[in-house]
């Protein structure tokens, strides 16, 4: 899977205000474009809900298990009442034994289900490693399980659900570093091949496309003053440019409406990644050949991801009304710091290119 699919994939992720969706990842794929004020939210049809994938190879077993835990009215009732911190410690976990024998019954039969598909795909991979003549890592292939108690394959237990909200969540807090080491990774291998493209050439033609990298890079470079994102100054921009609206009638509580635009009450990460399309543009355009989508793309996330640790209080990766009015009042929102874009910011050390 290249980087850029892999961006895509991991953008749907984790952007409903309770658990379910919180492990899921199943919420809808909203819009992003605001809705103006001229119209009425509440006549406007629903978005389709649209399931998105973790990116997990357990996604589906991930994605059933809880599809029909949700069945059992006392489950459904734990699972949207108990907090995310609970939930980690196994606390919900624990009210598995209160579910129907129908349930159960289903669960025992996507587990085994699940061993089979695992154990296939498994015995696939020694088959191929074999006939390649790699080394069979045993410990790596067990670590394929943890998910589930493999040592019982017959019948879903309290460990089995312990087990999955478990990699579920360590899935979730290990996805922006992650994603830094792919980006790292994709810059590397890019500035790797422009050096041994330019071995190959003579000192004249050498000289002429190190001049023309230079170029580039000062003409991408050359842009509009980007604003800090989440400041009072990029969201006024937002308000005026996008919205159509006077920046001296900037209102927080309305500006969070406008772009609230499932109505649910939060920012998720999707919304307040829309918010930063026009810093972008400044930036990046699709058609100069100095500007890379992949970067672009970058950039978004590392704008969120500030954003997220700015504002998101209780770090469900959710803002919420509350929390972003609090975030308008703090001295960062009025008088921001510059914000150093990605090529003031080189993503590997000279050192890490060359140990690579």
């Known amino acids: 899977m290249n980087y850029t699919r892999k961006l895509k994939l991991s953008k749907k992720m984790f952007q409903s205000k309770n658990i379910y969706h919180y492990l899921l990842l199943a919420s809808q794929l909203i819009c992003s474009s605001a809705v103006p004020l001229s119209v009425d939210k509440t006549k406007m049809k629903p978005p389709e809900e649209k399931p998105s994938d973790t990116g997990l190879h357990y996604d589906r077993y991930l994605r059933e298990v809880i599809d029909f835990l949700e069945k059992d009215p006392h489950f459904k009732e734990k699972l949207h009442n108990t907090d995310i911190e609970d939930i980690k410690q196994g606390k919900l976990a624990k009210e598995l034994d209160f579910v129907s024998h129908h349930v159960r019954t289903k669960l025992d039969e996507l587990k085994r289900q699940e061993v089979s598909r695992l154990r296939v795909l498994i015995r696939a991979k020694q088959e191929i490693d074999g006939a390649n003549g790699k080394v069979v890592d ?18 879903f237990e309290v460990e089995d659900l312990d087990r999955l909200i478990q990699s579920a969540t360590n899935d979730l ?4 570093q992650r994603r830094h080491e792919e980006f790292k990774r994709y810059e590397m291998m890019k500035e790797h091949e422009r050096r041994e493209m330019l071995k190959t050439l003579d000192e004249e033609r050498r000289r002429r496309e190190e001049e023309h990298y230079e170029e580039m890079k000062k003409k991408h470079a050359d842009h509009p003053k980007i604003n800090h994102p989440g400041s009072q100054d990029q969201f006024k921009e937002v308000w005026e440019e996008a919205d159509g609206l006077d920046p001296e009638d900037f209102d927080p509580k309305t500006f969070f409406s406008l772009h609230d635009t499932n109505g649910d009450g939060f920012l998720d990460e999707q919304e307040l990644e829309a918010l930063f399309t026009k810093e972008l543009e400044k930036i990046y355009d699709p058609s100069n050949v100095e500007d890379d989508m992949v970067e672009m793309e970058e950039e978004r996330l590392r704008m969120r991801e500030h954003v997220m640790n700015e504002v998101d209080a209780n770090k469900d ?4 009304r509350e929390e972003f009015m609090v975030a308008t009042r703090k001295k960062e929102f009025l008088e921001p710091d510059s914000w150093e874009t990605l090529e003031q910011n080189q993503a590997f050390t000279e050192e890490e290119l060359n140990s690579n």
């Not at 045993?138 to 019948?155: E, I, S, V």
């Not at 990766?317 to 919420?320: G, I, T």
């Open 173 to 176: 807090e290990n996805y922006d």
């Open 317 to 320: 990766r959710l803002v919420s």
């Open 138 to 155: 045993h410990q790596a292939m067990l670590r394929q399980f943890q998910y589930l108690n493999h040592r019982n394959p017959h019948t």
